[in-house]
């Protein structure tokens, strides 16, 4: 029930680009991403809410397929302050459900 | 803006024993949650509710009760805690059935 992420840990130069997938095994509502910075609580970055929709948020966007029960996170030309653990969250009845989370780590 | 508020920040119990873990917020937010953090690993549902006076079990409640009186208070409590519960636990609240705005949590060591 748990929808798995891949993959598990990105390593990227400053300016790099990562895509960070997010899959279920059941039928979703709606699709949510977050940030999690070490010893800090996540942080909400955006929600889809139907398929095909498409979100952006400053260089961070992302997609949400839903025939295909998928969303994928696009994190472009990145910053330092990218790094931390990025989990999605699938909406299934009232209630939400994290990924396995996706480790992201930017270096200078 | 206080926003979720947890306490306490930090607790060592020892097993068998009991304690509650609090949780307030301040946005007249109708979802409210508890998640549960291993290390290394992502958030666990617990316990979620959907308004004062509804409570509903999410993917891992055995060990723990939760109540809601207010709009505002959502405790969690533990009976005869165990080594497995120790983790950091982070209380969560929204307007709509999506956690978006997290406490910074509590982190549990049960010894």
């Known amino acids: 029930q748990q929808p798995v992420q891949s993959p598990q840990a990105v390593i990227l130069r400053e300016g790099e680009d990562a895509v960070i997938n997010c899959s279920s095994s059941?039928?979703?509502?709606?699709v949510h991403w977050y940030r999690q910075k070490h010893g800090e609580a996540p942080v909400f970055l955006m929600i889809?809410?139907?398929?095909?929709e498409q979100k952006g948020h400053d260089k961070i966007s992302a997609s949400f397929n839903e025939k295909k029960q998928q969303s994928s996170l696009y994190l472009t030309a990145s910053q330092l302050s990218y790094s931390g653990t990025y989990f999605c969250?699938?909406?299934?009845?009232?209630?939400?459900?994290f990924g396995t989370g996706t480790r992201l780590q930017v270096f200078p | 803006n206080a926003g979720v508020t947890q306490t306490p920040k930090f607790r060592i119990l020892k097993i068998g024993q009991s304690m509650t873990l609090q949780c307030t917020q301040d946005?007249?937010?109708?979802?409210m949650y508890w998640y549960r953090q291993d290390p290394g690993m992502g958030l666990k549902l617990i316990y979620y509710?959907?308004?004062?006076?509804?409570?509903d079990k999410g993917e891992v409640p055995n060990g723990y009760n939760v109540s809601r009186s207010t709009t505002e208070d959502f405790p969690l409590r533990l009976e005869l805690a165990a080594p497995s519960q120790t983790s950091v636990y982070f209380c969560?609240?929204?307007?709509?059935?999506?956690?978006?705005?997290f406490g910074d949590g509590t982190r549990l060591s049960i010894l």
């Open positions: 969560a609240s929204s307007y709509s059935p999506q956690p978006q705005h």
């Open positions: 059941k039928a979703l509502y709606s």
């Open positions: 889809l809410l139907k398929g095909g």
């Open positions: 969250g699938t909406e299934t009845t009232d209630k939400l459900i």
């Open positions: 946005m007249n937010h109708n979802y």
């Open positions: 509710s959907v308004g004062a006076g509804i409570t």
